[in-house]
């Protein structure tokens, strides 16, 4: 039996199996029959992104370099909820294809690009933003929920984050080499959810946590610095962050009674990593788990001064106060971590189901950490 000859049924069936964006519209190219079909397989995608993610409702397009008509992208993919806009497909769609689509997708709610281009600004729906730089969007981010950025200080975003009051999470790397100064901005009643990057030398002041102190109803917070000085304000008590993961770039080391008295500002915390901290000993896991009384999940992987001495400490501890602390301290436990924790992925993923910081982020690297968490029902 030839193809052609397949019942429509059939031919959707298998096009349904088809996520290359160059295979759907050569497909798209055979005959009107073909063309109709295509069109009723493409009505299913959510997501137009660069490298495979899901199966029937993505398309990708990170293979192949010849130019394809984005004229039709609009008919062809009306029911786009998230789309991912590199310099891989400006190599094969004209950017003013690009535009078009975007000007006229109106189911559109979340956008990754990396383009120079602003095009984030063609759109005013958008809930969730993945940009490579500071953008034009600024002045229109009321109905931003996720924004990932680049910045230059944490003074340079408190500028504008009155343009965000309905963040609840915000992924902020910040580029600036010079020393950063004190959070003077608005307090972020809604942020849920925070990640920050710091690119200053080693002996600059980090205010990170100082800036989380304007973020009253936190509830997990991913750190990657290689600041060895913490601005720690102590007298402000943080009672709803639970989650908390400190990664330590360069195995960088930090003063204990910095990180004492940051620990003493989260009574609640629930889940705490300090990942490549060499100045971290085996006294200090004795004094944490005394500090943090709701500690579950304790992570010390890469702090070379932490021995078994500590593990079995804490073991001690858990029986003496009835308490139960999963304590991991060498790299080798990661099949033990994924055994005791199997609702948390370690996978990298750039889109992930589920606005849920433990169970996307925590147990990653910061560099792995997603673009976006979308709602389970996008």
């Not at 340079?156 to 965000?164: I, P």
């Not at 609640?268 to 000993?281: E, M, S, T, V, Y």
């Not at 004795?286 to 992987?301: A, G, T």
Request: aromatic residues 12%; neutral net charge; contains cysteine.
């Amino acid at each position: 039996m030839l193809i052609n000859e397949l019942p429509d049924d059939c031919l959707l069936a298998i096009f349904d199996c088809v996520n290359n964006l160059d295979d759907l519209m050569n497909c798209f190219k055979v005959c009107v029959g073909w063309s109709q079909l295509i069109a009723k397989r493409t009505k299913k995608v959510k997501y137009i992104l660069e490298y495979p993610n899901y199966k029937y409702d993505c398309v990708y397009y990170y293979e192949g370099i010849k130019r394809i008509d984005g004229t039709c992208l609009s008919t062809l993919f009306p029911n786009v909820k998230i789309a991912q806009f590199s310099y891989t497909l400006l190599r094969k769609v004209k950017l003013e294809d690009i535009v078009a689509f975007i000007r006229h997708q109106k189911s559109l709610k979340g956008l990754i690009h990396s383009l120079s281009e602003p095009i984030e600004k063609y759109c005013s729906k958008l809930e969730m933003v993945c940009l490579s730089r500071k953008s034009n969007i600024l002045p229109n981010g009321s109905g931003i929920k996720q924004l990932l950025i680049w910045w230059s200080t944490l003074r340079d975003f408190a500028r504008d984050a009155h343009n965000f009051p309905n963040l609840e999470r915000l992924h902020l790397h910040i580029q600036d080499t010079y020393p950063d100064r004190y959070y003077h901005g608005p307090v972020l009643e809604k942020l849920k959810i925070v990640e920050l990057d710091t690119f200053c030398p080693y002996d600059i002041i980090f205010y990170g946590f100082q800036f989380m102190d304007s973020c009253p109803n936190l509830q997990s917070a991913y750190i990657f610095t290689t600041n060895r000085c913490l601005f720690v304000d102590e007298t402000i008590k943080h009672e709803c962050l639970q989650d908390l993961a400190i990664e330590f770039n360069y195995n960088g080391g930090i003063d204990w009674n910095d990180l004492k008295r940051l620990s003493m500002k989260y009574p609640n915390l629930k889940h705490l990593a300090l990942r490549k901290l060499n100045d971290l000993k085996d006294e200090h896991i004795e004094q944490l788990v005394h500090i943090l009384p709701n500690l579950v999940l304790l992570d010390v992987r890469g702090c070379r001064g932490v021995t078994q001495k500590a593990a079995d400490y804490v073991q001690d501890h858990c029986k003496r106060y009835g308490c139960s602390i999963k304590f991991y301290f060498n790299w080798d436990q990661i099949n033990e971590i994924k055994s005791d924790w199997p609702q948390l992925y370690t996978k990298g993923q750039r889109i992930c189901r589920g606005f849920d910081f433990m169970k996307h982020c925590f147990l990653k690297d910061f560099l792995d950490l997603p673009y976006l968490m979308i709602p389970i029902d996008y």
